[in-house]
Protein backbone atom coordinates (compact mmCIF):
# COMPACT_ATOMS: atom_id res chain seq x y z
CA UNK A 1 0.00 0.00 0.00
CA UNK A 2 1.98 2.94 -1.38
CA UNK A 3 1.11 6.78 -1.04
CA UNK A 4 0.32 7.90 -4.38
CA UNK A 5 -0.83 11.66 -3.48
CA UNK A 6 -0.31 13.71 -0.34
CA UNK A 7 -2.36 17.65 -0.91
CA UNK A 8 -2.09 20.44 1.14
CA UNK A 9 -5.93 22.03 1.90
CA UNK A 10 -6.05 25.45 3.30
CA UNK A 11 -9.31 26.55 4.64
CA UNK A 12 -11.44 29.15 6.09
CA UNK A 13 -14.88 28.34 7.02
CA UNK A 14 -15.08 30.80 10.14
CA UNK A 15 -11.15 30.39 10.80
CA UNK A 16 -8.23 29.16 8.65
CA UNK A 17 -7.71 25.23 9.04
CA UNK A 18 -4.85 23.29 7.36
CA UNK A 19 -5.49 19.96 6.17
CA UNK A 20 -3.35 16.96 4.86
CA UNK A 21 -4.60 14.32 2.67
CA UNK A 22 -3.08 11.47 1.79
CA UNK A 23 -4.31 9.09 -0.59
CA UNK A 24 -2.77 5.36 -1.22
CA UNK A 25 -2.14 3.58 -4.92
CA UNK A 26 -5.34 1.80 -3.97
CA UNK A 27 -7.60 4.31 -3.45
CA UNK A 28 -7.61 4.78 0.51
CA UNK A 29 -7.61 8.26 1.82
CA UNK A 30 -6.56 10.07 5.32
CA UNK A 31 -6.87 12.70 6.77
CA UNK A 32 -4.29 15.13 9.00
CA UNK A 33 -5.09 18.06 11.22
CA UNK A 34 -1.98 20.82 10.13
CA UNK A 35 -3.56 24.02 11.65
CA UNK A 36 -0.78 26.72 13.54
CA UNK A 37 -3.24 29.28 14.60
CA UNK A 38 -1.99 32.57 13.14
CA UNK A 39 0.70 30.48 11.45
CA UNK A 40 -1.13 28.76 9.00
CA UNK A 41 0.68 29.15 5.74
CA UNK A 42 3.78 28.54 7.39
CA UNK A 43 2.81 24.65 7.68
CA UNK A 44 0.97 25.05 4.27
CA UNK A 45 4.54 25.46 3.00
CA UNK A 46 6.43 23.13 5.39
CA UNK A 47 4.13 20.56 3.93
CA UNK A 48 3.99 21.57 0.73
CA UNK A 49 7.59 22.02 -0.50
CA UNK A 50 9.80 19.99 2.37
CA UNK A 51 7.36 16.71 3.69
CA UNK A 52 5.00 15.78 0.83
CA UNK A 53 8.15 15.38 -2.03
CA UNK A 54 9.47 12.74 0.79
CA UNK A 55 5.66 10.72 1.05
CA UNK A 56 5.47 9.82 -2.40
CA UNK A 57 5.10 6.02 -3.02
CA UNK A 58 6.27 5.05 0.78
CA UNK A 59 4.60 2.54 2.49
CA UNK A 60 1.27 3.92 4.08
CA UNK A 61 1.55 1.22 6.86
CA UNK A 62 4.58 1.95 8.09
CA UNK A 63 3.96 4.61 10.19
CA UNK A 64 6.72 4.34 13.06
CA UNK A 65 9.14 4.62 10.67
CA UNK A 66 7.76 7.15 8.63
CA UNK A 67 7.60 9.45 11.68
CA UNK A 68 11.32 8.73 12.74
CA UNK A 69 12.36 9.51 9.11
CA UNK A 70 10.60 12.96 9.17
CA UNK A 71 11.97 13.65 12.77
CA UNK A 72 15.15 12.60 12.82
CA UNK A 73 15.72 12.60 9.31
CA UNK A 74 16.13 16.11 8.97
CA UNK A 75 18.80 18.23 10.96
CA UNK A 76 16.32 20.75 12.45
CA UNK A 77 13.79 19.18 14.92
CA UNK A 78 10.77 20.18 16.85
CA UNK A 79 8.93 23.35 17.30
CA UNK A 80 5.45 24.00 16.54
CA UNK A 81 5.60 24.09 12.21
CA UNK A 82 7.89 20.93 12.48
CA UNK A 83 5.52 19.06 14.74
CA UNK A 84 2.42 20.02 13.26
CA UNK A 85 3.22 18.90 9.61
CA UNK A 86 4.90 15.77 11.37
CA UNK A 87 1.43 15.55 13.07
CA UNK A 88 -1.26 15.80 9.77
CA UNK A 89 1.18 12.76 8.36
CA UNK A 90 0.89 10.64 11.13
CA UNK A 91 -2.80 11.31 11.58
CA UNK A 92 -3.27 10.78 7.79
CA UNK A 93 -1.65 7.54 7.68
CA UNK A 94 -3.57 6.31 10.97
CA UNK A 95 -6.75 6.92 9.08
CA UNK A 96 -6.11 5.00 6.65
CA UNK A 97 -4.29 1.53 8.89
CA UNK A 98 -8.00 1.98 10.37
CA UNK A 99 -9.81 2.25 7.21
CA UNK A 100 -7.80 -0.54 5.48
CA UNK A 101 -8.31 -2.71 9.00
CA UNK A 102 -12.11 -2.06 8.69
CA UNK A 103 -11.90 -0.37 12.01
CA UNK A 104 -12.05 2.52 14.14
CA UNK A 105 -8.77 4.09 14.84
CA UNK A 106 -9.13 3.58 18.65
CA UNK A 107 -9.38 -0.32 18.46
CA UNK A 108 -5.91 -0.09 17.44
CA UNK A 109 -4.89 1.27 19.73
CA UNK A 110 -5.75 -1.33 22.03
CA UNK A 111 -9.93 -0.76 22.25
CA UNK A 112 -12.01 1.36 24.53
CA UNK A 113 -10.77 1.64 28.20
CA UNK A 114 -14.35 3.68 28.52
CA UNK A 115 -17.91 4.26 27.27
CA UNK A 116 -17.17 7.65 26.62
CA UNK A 117 -14.61 11.11 27.22
CA UNK A 118 -15.72 13.31 29.46
CA UNK A 119 -15.80 16.90 28.31
CA UNK A 120 -15.59 20.15 29.57
CA UNK A 121 -17.13 23.40 27.71
CA UNK A 122 -16.00 27.22 28.01
CA UNK A 123 -18.20 29.64 29.71
CA UNK A 124 -17.38 33.20 30.39
CA UNK A 125 -19.24 36.49 30.69
CA UNK A 126 -18.05 40.09 31.11
CA UNK A 127 -19.62 39.71 34.66
CA UNK A 128 -20.84 37.26 37.29
CA UNK A 129 -24.53 37.31 36.20
CA UNK A 130 -23.25 36.72 32.67
CA UNK A 131 -21.13 33.70 33.83
CA UNK A 132 -23.21 32.63 35.36
CA UNK A 133 -26.09 32.69 32.63
CA UNK A 134 -23.01 31.15 30.73
CA UNK A 135 -22.73 27.74 33.17
CA UNK A 136 -26.88 27.32 32.84
CA UNK A 137 -26.59 27.62 29.06
CA UNK A 138 -23.62 24.87 29.23
CA UNK A 139 -25.48 22.43 31.99
CA UNK A 140 -28.80 22.72 29.53
CA UNK A 141 -25.90 21.40 26.51
CA UNK A 142 -25.30 18.62 28.39
CA UNK A 143 -21.95 19.67 29.65
CA UNK A 144 -20.99 18.11 32.99
CA UNK A 145 -17.76 19.93 33.71
CA UNK A 146 -17.42 23.73 32.70
CA UNK A 147 -14.25 26.45 32.07
CA UNK A 148 -14.74 29.10 33.92
CA UNK A 149 -13.37 32.60 32.62
CA UNK A 150 -14.52 36.08 33.43
CA UNK A 151 -14.04 39.89 33.00
CA UNK A 152 -12.12 41.84 34.85
CA UNK A 153 -13.16 44.80 36.25
CA UNK A 154 -11.33 47.89 35.18
CA UNK A 155 -10.02 45.99 31.86
CA UNK A 156 -12.09 46.72 28.31
CA UNK A 157 -11.57 42.70 26.94
CA UNK A 158 -10.24 39.87 28.57
CA UNK A 159 -8.96 37.09 25.74
CA UNK A 160 -11.11 33.85 26.32
CA UNK A 161 -13.94 35.73 27.83
CA UNK A 162 -17.52 35.29 25.01
CA UNK A 163 -18.35 39.13 23.81
CA UNK A 164 -22.13 37.83 25.46
CA UNK A 165 -23.71 35.03 27.54
CA UNK A 166 -25.85 33.99 24.58
CA UNK A 167 -22.71 32.63 22.83
CA UNK A 168 -21.76 30.58 26.31
CA UNK A 169 -17.93 31.25 24.83
CA UNK A 170 -17.96 28.75 22.19
CA UNK A 171 -17.56 31.46 19.39
CA UNK A 172 -15.23 34.26 20.55
CA UNK A 173 -12.84 31.92 22.78
CA UNK A 174 -9.61 30.94 21.12
CA UNK A 175 -11.01 33.40 17.91
CA UNK A 176 -8.64 35.07 15.98
CA UNK A 177 -8.67 38.63 15.35
CA UNK A 178 -9.54 39.42 11.60
CA UNK A 179 -10.02 43.02 11.65
CA UNK A 180 -7.00 45.06 13.02
CA UNK A 181 -7.40 49.04 13.50
CA UNK A 182 -4.59 50.16 11.13
CA UNK A 183 -4.45 49.66 7.29
CA UNK A 184 -1.89 46.70 8.30
CA UNK A 185 -3.95 43.32 9.60
CA UNK A 186 -2.28 43.23 12.62
CA UNK A 187 -3.53 41.30 15.88
CA UNK A 188 -5.76 43.38 18.54
CA UNK A 189 -3.93 44.48 21.33
CA UNK A 190 -5.56 44.03 24.64
CA UNK A 191 -4.73 45.64 28.47
CA UNK A 192 -3.97 43.53 31.03
CA UNK A 193 -3.72 44.13 34.91
CA UNK A 194 -2.38 40.45 37.13
CA UNK A 195 -3.37 42.40 40.08
CA UNK A 196 -6.39 43.37 39.51
CA UNK A 197 -7.19 39.41 38.46
CA UNK A 198 -5.50 37.93 41.65
CA UNK A 199 -8.17 40.18 43.26
CA UNK A 200 -11.04 39.42 41.36
CA UNK A 201 -11.08 35.52 40.46
CA UNK A 202 -11.52 34.31 43.92
CA UNK A 203 -14.45 36.17 44.07
CA UNK A 204 -15.79 34.52 40.86
CA UNK A 205 -15.53 30.90 41.98
CA UNK A 206 -16.99 31.85 44.89
CA UNK A 207 -20.03 32.59 42.98
CA UNK A 208 -20.36 29.92 41.16
CA UNK A 209 -20.05 27.66 43.76
CA UNK A 210 -22.67 29.05 45.70
CA UNK A 211 -25.12 28.91 42.61
CA UNK A 212 -24.13 25.53 41.44
CA UNK A 213 -22.84 23.57 44.88
CA UNK A 214 -20.19 21.80 45.00
CA UNK A 215 -20.41 18.40 42.80
CA UNK A 216 -19.57 20.45 39.40
CA UNK A 217 -16.24 20.07 38.10
CA UNK A 218 -15.30 24.01 37.50
CA UNK A 219 -11.74 24.29 35.65
CA UNK A 220 -9.62 27.98 35.05
CA UNK A 221 -7.31 28.96 32.57
CA UNK A 222 -4.81 31.10 33.49
CA UNK A 223 -3.20 31.89 29.73
CA UNK A 224 0.73 31.85 31.16
CA UNK A 225 -0.15 35.41 32.63
CA UNK A 226 1.13 34.94 36.06
CA UNK A 227 4.74 35.17 37.93
CA UNK A 228 5.15 31.60 39.96
CA UNK A 229 4.74 33.06 42.88
CA UNK A 230 1.39 35.01 41.77
CA UNK A 231 0.47 31.38 40.20
CA UNK A 232 1.29 29.65 43.61
CA UNK A 233 -0.69 32.61 45.43
CA UNK A 234 -4.01 32.27 43.20
CA UNK A 235 -3.86 28.32 43.58
CA UNK A 236 -3.50 28.85 47.41
CA UNK A 237 -6.58 31.37 46.88
CA UNK A 238 -8.39 28.79 44.85
CA UNK A 239 -8.40 25.93 47.31
CA UNK A 240 -11.54 26.26 48.80
CA UNK A 241 -13.38 26.01 45.19
CA UNK A 242 -11.84 22.77 44.56
CA UNK A 243 -11.07 23.10 40.85
CA UNK A 244 -10.71 20.68 38.63
CA UNK A 245 -7.71 21.98 37.30
CA UNK A 246 -5.80 25.42 37.25
CA UNK A 247 -4.23 25.90 33.54
CA UNK A 248 -1.57 27.67 32.50
CA UNK A 249 -0.96 29.44 35.30
CA UNK A 250 2.77 30.18 34.14
CA UNK A 251 4.62 30.39 30.96
CA UNK A 252 5.30 26.79 29.94
CA UNK A 253 8.77 27.29 28.96
CA UNK A 254 10.27 27.55 32.52
CA UNK A 255 9.66 23.79 33.73
CA UNK A 256 11.39 24.81 37.13
CA UNK A 257 8.98 27.59 37.95
CA UNK A 258 6.41 24.62 38.31
CA UNK A 259 8.19 23.53 41.76
CA UNK A 260 7.59 26.79 43.74
CA UNK A 261 4.05 26.18 42.17
CA UNK A 262 3.12 22.79 43.56
CA UNK A 263 5.16 23.88 47.14
CA UNK A 264 2.40 26.45 47.56
CA UNK A 265 -0.89 25.00 46.68
CA UNK A 266 -2.64 21.78 46.29
CA UNK A 267 -4.70 22.93 43.40
CA UNK A 268 -3.96 20.45 40.16
CA UNK A 269 -1.99 22.47 37.60
CA UNK A 270 -2.35 21.50 34.05
CA UNK A 271 0.42 22.58 31.52
CA UNK A 272 1.22 22.15 27.78
CA UNK A 273 -0.74 22.94 24.76
CA UNK A 274 2.08 24.84 23.50
CA UNK A 275 4.22 22.32 23.86
CA UNK A 276 5.07 20.30 20.87
CA UNK A 277 7.17 17.30 22.34
CA UNK A 278 7.98 15.33 25.26
CA UNK A 279 11.41 16.65 25.89
CA UNK A 280 8.68 19.92 27.26
CA UNK A 281 7.39 17.31 29.72
CA UNK A 282 10.63 15.64 31.27
CA UNK A 283 10.82 17.62 34.50
CA UNK A 284 7.42 18.28 34.71
CA UNK A 285 6.58 14.84 34.50
CA UNK A 286 9.66 13.11 36.65
CA UNK A 287 8.85 15.21 39.10
CA UNK A 288 5.43 15.16 39.46
CA UNK A 289 5.10 18.93 39.18
CA UNK A 290 1.59 19.00 36.94
CA UNK A 291 -1.84 16.62 37.30
CA UNK A 292 -2.40 16.64 33.26
CA UNK A 293 -0.84 17.12 30.04
CA UNK A 294 -2.72 19.52 27.92
CA UNK A 295 -0.94 19.16 24.73
CA UNK A 296 -2.89 18.64 21.05
CA UNK A 297 -2.35 15.76 18.67
CA UNK A 298 -2.04 17.89 16.17
CA UNK A 299 0.95 20.30 17.74
CA UNK A 300 3.10 17.40 19.47
CA UNK A 301 3.54 15.14 16.22
CA UNK A 302 0.38 13.31 16.33
CA UNK A 303 -1.02 9.88 17.12
CA UNK A 304 2.40 8.16 17.77
CA UNK A 305 3.94 10.81 20.05
CA UNK A 306 0.92 11.17 21.86
CA UNK A 307 0.44 8.05 22.53
CA UNK A 308 3.49 7.41 23.84
CA UNK A 309 3.65 10.61 25.72
CA UNK A 310 0.23 9.66 27.69
CA UNK A 311 1.76 6.57 28.47
CA UNK A 312 5.15 8.59 30.36
CA UNK A 313 2.79 10.33 32.30
CA UNK A 314 0.81 7.22 33.41
CA UNK A 315 3.77 6.28 34.93
CA UNK A 316 3.96 9.13 37.70
CA UNK A 317 0.11 8.70 37.70
CA UNK A 318 -0.84 11.71 35.53
CA UNK A 319 -3.33 12.29 33.37
CA UNK A 320 -4.79 13.53 30.23
CA UNK A 321 -6.65 16.97 29.00
CA UNK A 322 -5.98 16.91 25.87
CA UNK A 323 -6.15 20.60 23.98
CA UNK A 324 -9.09 20.87 22.22
CA UNK A 325 -10.17 24.61 20.65
CA UNK A 326 -12.08 25.30 17.62
CA UNK A 327 -8.82 26.23 16.22
CA UNK A 328 -7.80 22.33 16.06
CA UNK A 329 -10.10 21.20 13.00
CA UNK A 330 -12.16 18.36 13.68
CA UNK A 331 -9.72 16.23 12.23
CA UNK A 332 -7.58 17.00 15.26
CA UNK A 333 -10.52 16.70 17.84
CA UNK A 334 -11.39 13.58 16.39
CA UNK A 335 -7.49 11.91 16.71
CA UNK A 336 -7.76 13.37 20.14
CA UNK A 337 -10.99 11.43 20.96
CA UNK A 338 -9.89 7.82 19.32
CA UNK A 339 -6.68 8.44 21.79
CA UNK A 340 -9.17 9.44 24.45
CA UNK A 341 -11.20 6.09 24.23
CA UNK A 342 -8.13 4.05 24.05
CA UNK A 343 -5.43 5.12 27.14
CA UNK A 344 -6.06 4.10 30.44
CA UNK A 345 -4.72 7.51 32.29
CA UNK A 346 -7.84 9.71 31.05
CA UNK A 347 -8.84 12.67 32.57
CA UNK A 348 -10.55 15.23 30.23
CA UNK A 349 -11.16 16.20 27.19
CA UNK A 350 -11.80 20.35 25.92
CA UNK A 351 -14.56 20.26 23.76
CA UNK A 352 -15.43 23.80 22.10
CA UNK A 353 -18.39 23.21 19.51
CA UNK A 354 -17.12 24.39 15.98
CA UNK A 355 -19.55 26.64 13.96
CA UNK A 356 -21.54 25.23 11.71
CA UNK A 357 -19.89 26.32 8.48
CA UNK A 358 -16.68 24.33 9.70
CA UNK A 359 -18.95 21.24 9.95
CA UNK A 360 -20.15 21.47 6.86
CA UNK A 361 -16.52 21.40 5.59
CA UNK A 362 -15.45 18.55 7.78
CA UNK A 363 -17.79 15.88 8.17
CA UNK A 364 -17.83 14.33 11.57
CA UNK A 365 -19.17 11.09 12.92
CA UNK A 366 -18.15 11.89 16.86
CA UNK A 367 -20.60 11.81 19.43
CA UNK A 368 -21.65 14.50 22.40
CA UNK A 369 -24.14 12.57 25.13
CA UNK A 370 -24.68 13.71 28.49
CA UNK A 371 -21.43 15.43 28.86
CA UNK A 372 -19.59 12.29 27.16
CA UNK A 373 -17.59 12.38 23.68
CA UNK A 374 -17.17 8.97 21.44
CA UNK A 375 -15.52 9.01 18.29
CA UNK A 376 -17.73 6.84 16.84
CA UNK A 377 -17.25 3.42 15.17
CA UNK A 378 -16.77 4.32 12.27
CA UNK A 379 -14.13 2.98 10.33
CA UNK A 380 -10.48 5.41 10.90
CA UNK A 381 -11.03 8.79 12.41
CA UNK A 382 -14.23 9.31 10.90
CA UNK A 383 -13.77 12.60 9.52
CA UNK A 384 -14.57 13.14 5.57
CA UNK A 385 -13.55 16.44 3.89
CA UNK A 386 -15.62 18.55 1.39
CA UNK A 387 -13.26 20.28 -1.18
CA UNK A 388 -16.56 22.03 -2.83
CA UNK A 389 -17.31 23.76 0.29
CA UNK A 390 -14.04 23.87 1.48
CA UNK A 391 -13.33 26.05 -1.65
CA UNK A 392 -16.00 28.54 -0.82
CA UNK A 393 -14.16 29.46 2.39
CA UNK A 394 -10.57 31.05 1.28
CA UNK A 395 -8.06 31.64 3.60
CA UNK A 396 -8.28 35.01 5.47
CA UNK A 397 -5.15 36.34 7.85
CA UNK A 398 -5.65 36.21 11.49
CA UNK A 399 -3.83 36.46 14.30
CA UNK A 400 -4.28 35.66 18.23
CA UNK A 401 -4.31 39.05 20.28
CA UNK A 402 -1.52 40.61 21.87
CA UNK A 403 -1.34 41.26 25.39
CA UNK A 404 0.14 44.42 26.85
CA UNK A 405 0.07 45.41 30.28
CA UNK A 406 -1.15 49.36 31.15
CA UNK A 407 2.25 50.90 30.89
CA UNK A 408 2.42 49.51 27.66
CA UNK A 409 4.97 46.43 28.28
CA UNK A 410 4.16 43.63 26.43
CA UNK A 411 2.76 40.81 27.92
CA UNK A 412 2.44 36.81 28.38
CA UNK A 413 -1.27 36.20 27.22
Known amino acids: MKIRSAETLVTSPGRNFVTLRITTDDGITGLGDATLNGRELAVASYLRDHVVPLLIDRDAARIEDTWQYLYRGAYWRRGPVTMAAIAAVDTALWDIKAKAAGMPLYQLLGGASRTG ?29 IRIQTGIPGLDSVYGVAASSAAGGERYDYEPARRSTTAVNRPVEEVWDTRAYLRHLPNVFEAVRAEFGPELPLLHDGHHRMTPIQAAKLGKALEPYDLFWLEDATPGEDQAALRLIRQHTTTPLAIGEVFN ?9 G ?20 RKLLDFAAVYGIRSGLHGPTDI ?12 MAVHNFGIQEYMQHAAQTLEVFRTSYTFTDGLLHPSDTPGIGVTYDDDVAA ?17 TVHDW
Do not use: C, Q
Not at 287 to 305: F, K, M, N
Not at 392 to 408: H, I, Q, S
Open 287 to 306: ERLIDYVRSAVTHTGGVTPM
Open 277 to 285: SVYDYTTLL
Open 117 to 145: ALAYGHASGRDVPELLDSVRAHLAKGYRA
Open 392 to 408: TFPYEPAYLPVNRLKDG
Open 329 to 340: SPVGMAAALHLD
